[in-house]
């Protein structure tokens, strides 16, 4: 579980954050949903400390993850798994070393169970031919695969996706959002993921929160997001031609 | 003004965090050789062209100007020999790899920045800052010495070689004149130098990088604010460390 309790952030005077409260499920993947420019990445960096938050606090679980020191915070990242917008693999490194990177940082593995270990999470996300290649060499499919072995290689029991499934075509999409899906099935984790993709919350939208300039909107689930009364989350569902239809079905 | 002092301000803070506790040093060994062939061994050629060339203009110059019979023409070994170790092998040649190097580092860690690579190891628990800049810092601090001692060597054998081409002098006199009034701490000196300059470029251009944001433009100012800062940096150290170590 993790926990917001009314953080909010500014940049030089702009508040990008307003007076958010929510609480993200373990064992389920959380959705954050909301137009582009609406907050949703600082919000996903609030949450695993890369933006330090004005007010409010974080929790992990019981802790109080924003009065934590960069020291302590460093045990909780250990078990943090995220997977960035663009992939942000290293480039200098081949797909091998850098999902193998966190091993050789963290654990006190062998040789041998390092390549296990890699082997395991490249197999996972189907990428076990294309250890050697450089991230220059591979397509964004693969790049946001490559990225999601090396979110889950330490066994986290959290994992934070910024748009998993931006610039992929739709069938790619629905294989990543699948692949997330089930890992956090797999392994009980607290998943939250930012998108901006109807398909993707339809799909796997356990619980969503909608952010509109800041604020939090509307929260719930895929279940209960078109028959929804609020006028901004409507014409954020509704905007794609596929959500009407599913609506009009549905009636 | 404000603005200078809040960057020297954030570059003192950078360095802490780049000299924190490195997390396993078996990594960072690696890292150290990684760079010191992508900084050090790749600027041996560069060094060597310019080096040879200034050898060579330097001597030539010094034998037009120093034509006359009250001069000895072994004063211009000797003073092709001064020219390299007090200034040219160390400053000059920190200068040109202040591009070099400088928009390297700087562009490099300013891409990592903004692809979010640098928010990604931070992710992972690791010290982003001392990760990706301490084995530049320590790879070129060490090979920058070696770098000034090669530039020095080839420098006098580009002197040398005018002197054996040309003709306009005798290449007896040019070497007796290498070895006339030698002062063995002027070498120290030129190391000495090297070193700081080392750590200014690397360290000053990490810091222009590690703080772009923005997208392909900044990063580009980024690298073109690198070379701009270190080069201004190395001739005020230049100025102080000629004065503080004066031989
Ligand atoms: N580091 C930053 N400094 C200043 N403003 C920022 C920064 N990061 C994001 N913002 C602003 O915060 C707002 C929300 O951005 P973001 O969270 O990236 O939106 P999105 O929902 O598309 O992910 C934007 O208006 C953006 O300009
Ligand atoms: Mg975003």
């Known amino acids: 579980m993790i926990r917001a309790d009314h953080i909010s952030k500014t940049f030089d005077g702009r508040t990008v954050l307003d007076d958010i409260s929510v609480e993200f499920d373990t064992g389920k993947t959380n959705l954050i949903i909301g137009r582009s420019g609406s907050g949703k990445t600082v919000l996903l960096k609030s949450l695993v400390g890369l933006h330090d938050v004005d007010k409010g606090n974080i929790f992990f679980d019981d802790v109080c993850y924003t009065k934590l020191n960069f020291a302590e915070r460093k045990n909780i990242r250990k078990d943090i798994g995220m997977i960035f917008q663009g992939g942000a693999l290293l480039d200098s490194s081949t797909v091998r070393e850098n999902v193998r990177l966190p091993l050789d940082l963290f654990t006190e593995m062998t040789e041998g169970e390092k390549r296990d270990r890699v082997n395991f999470c490249l197999e996972r996300v189907r990428l076990n031919g294309a250890d050697h290649l450089y991230p220059s060499e591979l397509s964004g499919g693969m790049v946001k695969r490559v990225a999601i072995a090396r979110a889950i290689v330490l066994n986290p029991r959290y994992l934070f996706c910024d748009e998993p499934n931006s610039g992929l075509d739709p069938q790619t999409s629905v294989v990543i959002d699948n692949l997330i899906h089930d890992i956090t099935k797999e392994f009980n984790i607290t998943t939250i993921i930012n998108t901006h993709d109807m398909n993707s919350v339809m799909e796997i939208g356990e619980k969503i929160v909608y952010i509109h300039e800041g604020h939090k909107w509307w929260e719930g689930s895929k279940d209960n997001i078109l028959e929804a009364d609020n006028r901004e989350l409507n014409e954020f569902v509704f905007a794609s031609a596929m959500a009407k239809r599913a609506k009009s079905v549905s009636r | ?247």
């Open chain 2, 1 to 247: 003004m404000i603005a200078l002092f809040e960057n020297i301000g954030r570059y003192f803070m950078l360095l802490g965090k780049v000299f924190s506790r490195p997390e396993k040093m078996g990594i960072y060994y690696r890292k150290i050789w990684f760079e010191v062939e992508a900084l050090g061994f790749n600027s041996i050629s560069l060094t060597a062209i310019i080096s040879a060339f200034i050898g060579a203009v330097v001597a030539l110059q010094m034998a037009i100007t120093l034509e006359s019979p009250f001069i000895p023409q072994f004063m211009i070994g000797y003073a092709t020999r001064e020219v390299m170790v007090l200034e040219f092998s160390s400053t000059v040649v920190a200068l040109i790899l202040a591009g070099k190097i400088g928009s390297n580092i700087a562009s490099e860690i300013g891409t990592m920045r903004i692809t979010e690579q640098i928010d990604a190891l931070e992710i992972m628990g690791v010290n982003s800052a001392s990760y990706l800049i301490l084995p530049k810092i320590v790879a070129t601090v060490i090979f920058f010495p070696l770098l000034t001692l090669f530039s020095i060597f080839v420098g006098i054998v580009g002197g040398y070689a005018i002197a054996y081409l040309t003709g306009i002098m005798l290449p007896g006199d040019y070497i007796e004149g290498l070895f006339y009034y030698f002062e063995p701490f002027s070498i120290v000196y030129a190391l000495v130098k090297g070193s700081v300059f080392a750590f200014i470029i690397t360290s000053i251009s990490a810091y222009c990088g590690y703080y772009a944001k923005g997208n392909s433009l900044e990063v580009g100012r980024a690298s073109t604010r690198a070379v701009v800062s270190s080069s201004v940096t190395i001739m005020i150290f230049d100025l102080i460390l000629t004065q503080i170590m004066r031989v």
